[in-house]
């Protein structure tokens, strides 16, 4: 069992709904810590990175809760380039955003995402999902990073 916590990304480049998530969870009772990132390449940066041995790093295990719309790049970019990746695409991605699109709904879902939650979120609904998700972020084994 990987002895290693599992982290959080936020990546949501409204300081609002940022706040708003991050309280929803610590009320599910999720205790993980929680680092926030306000646009996609900040992100990707700390996810696909290189260290100061010039070799990548990995910051597993990881959780993503994904905002569709960012500044400088497309949620669903985020998404595929997480889900194209050898090392990350186990991670499990919650998508939490404004559009309710059926065909970008699908998409995201397509693309890998776990759950696709539309903001404003419903408390209760988003309380059970991320209950549901400290639940899974307990039981959950993640390969180890060579």
Do not use: W
Request: hydrophobic share 45%; proline share 6%; with cysteine.
């Amino acid at each position: 069992m990987n002895a290693n916590p599992v982290t959080i990304l936020l990546i949501e480049d409204d300081p609002g709904h940022a706040r708003l998530i991050e309280k929803n969870v610590r009320r599910a009772g999720v205790n993980n810590q929680i680092i926030p990132f306000t646009d996609g390449t900040a992100a990707l940066e700390h996810l696909f990175g290189t260290g100061p041995d010039g070799k990548r790093h990995v910051h597993l295990p990881v959780l993503v809760l994904l905002d569709l719309n960012l500044p400088d790049m497309s949620g669903t970019d985020i998404l595929a380039r997480i889900k194209a990746d050898d090392l990350v695409r186990r991670a499990p991605v919650i998508v939490l955003t404004t559009t309710d699109d059926k065909v970008e709904i699908q998409r995201c879902y397509d693309l890998g995402c776990n759950v696709y939650i539309t903001k404003p979120v419903e408390y209760e609904s988003f309380a059970v999902a991320i209950r549901q998700l400290g639940l899974f972020l307990a039981v959950m084994q993640v390969p180890e990073a060579d």
